[in-house]
């Protein structure tokens, strides 16, 4: 970006595979302070993998994976707690804990990393689920009396609720009602304008993508095929960009 904000997340020269299957080679990407990043990418082209790399989560055979110009393979356990401290990673499958109930999920981090009384505790859940739209009467239930929608929600209130500067995304609306959809973007929308958070989102909404992106990566071959903002996507006309901005029928979506 040329705006002078500081890089906050990087990866250079990345490869991953998977036993023969090779997902990413030489891939590079940098996510800069307060922007809202969005990938793109057919089903199995690595968008949830390039979040695990991000997150440190898994590491890769070659290249490296920086936070902050600090590489994540070299880092030493305080270090990986003060990282893990300010980024949330929303999971695609939620990975809420069944065996607690929601008020205890989305407190959980509260409780572990900060000296808040179970009052205040209570006060910041109810204050997270509300931004997701979803109300008090939940606070007690388990993950497992949910519908699918109402755990992503849990989910993106889980990762908002200890104030991480960084949020990652994976496909946050997947399986969602449109007016839930609507409503997550919004919240995304708030978090960005209040808190000026970095968000990464993978995402198969286009809409969304469109809503929110500053910026949007598409991953394509094994690498960051093209990169830039809305802007650049509505109107490049490669093949692999033209399949995610057209319907089936081949008409241009205006997003
Ligand atoms: N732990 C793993 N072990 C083996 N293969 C894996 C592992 N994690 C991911 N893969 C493979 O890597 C490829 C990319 O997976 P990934 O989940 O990142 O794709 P994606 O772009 O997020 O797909 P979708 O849009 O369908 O969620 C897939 O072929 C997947 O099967």
Redesign the pocket.
């Known amino acids: 970006m040329a705006d002078g904000r500081a890089r906050v997340l990087e990866a250079r020269g990345v490869d991953m595979a998977?036993?023969d299957?090779q997902?990413f080679e030489g891939l590079d990407l940098s996510v800069y302070e307060g922007e809202v990043l969005v990938i793109i990418?057919?089903?199995?082209?690595?968008?949830?993998?390039?979040l695990k790399l991000l997150s440190g989560l898994i590491e890769p055979p070659r290249g490296v994976v920086r936070y902050r110009d600090q590489d994540i393979a070299d880092m030493r356990e305080p270090e990986l707690v003060s990282m893990r401290k300010s980024m949330s990673h929303v999971f695609?499958s939620n990975a809420l804990f069944d065996s607690i109930n929601v008020l205890e999920n989305v407190g959980f981090g509260l409780l572990e990393h900060t000296k808040m009384g179970d009052a205040e505790i209570r006060a910041r859940v109810v204050q997270c689920l509300e931004w997701v739209g979803l109300g008090e009467e939940v606070l007690m239930r388990m993950p497992a009396q949910l519908s699918g929608g109402m755990q992503k929600r849990v989910a993106l209130a889980r990762a908002v609720a200890t104030e991480p500067r960084i949020i990652l995304y994976?496909?946050p609306t997947g399986g969602l009602d449109p007016i839930s959809v609507t409503r997550i973007g919004d919240m995304i929308e708030n978090l960005q304008n209040e808190l000026r958070l970095t968000s990464v989102i993978?995402t198969?909404d286009m809409k969304i993508a469109f809503r929110v992106a500053d910026r949007m990566a598409l991953?394509h071959q094994g690498h960051i095929a093209h990169l830039g903002t809305p802007d650049y996507f509505r109107e490049c006309d490669a093949p692999e960009v033209i399949e995610f901005v057209r319907d089936p029928e081949g008409q241009a979506i205006r997003y």
């Open positions: 998977f036993g299957k997902i990418g057919f089903s199995g082209s690595g968008k949830s993998v390039l695609q994976d496909d993978v198969g991953i």
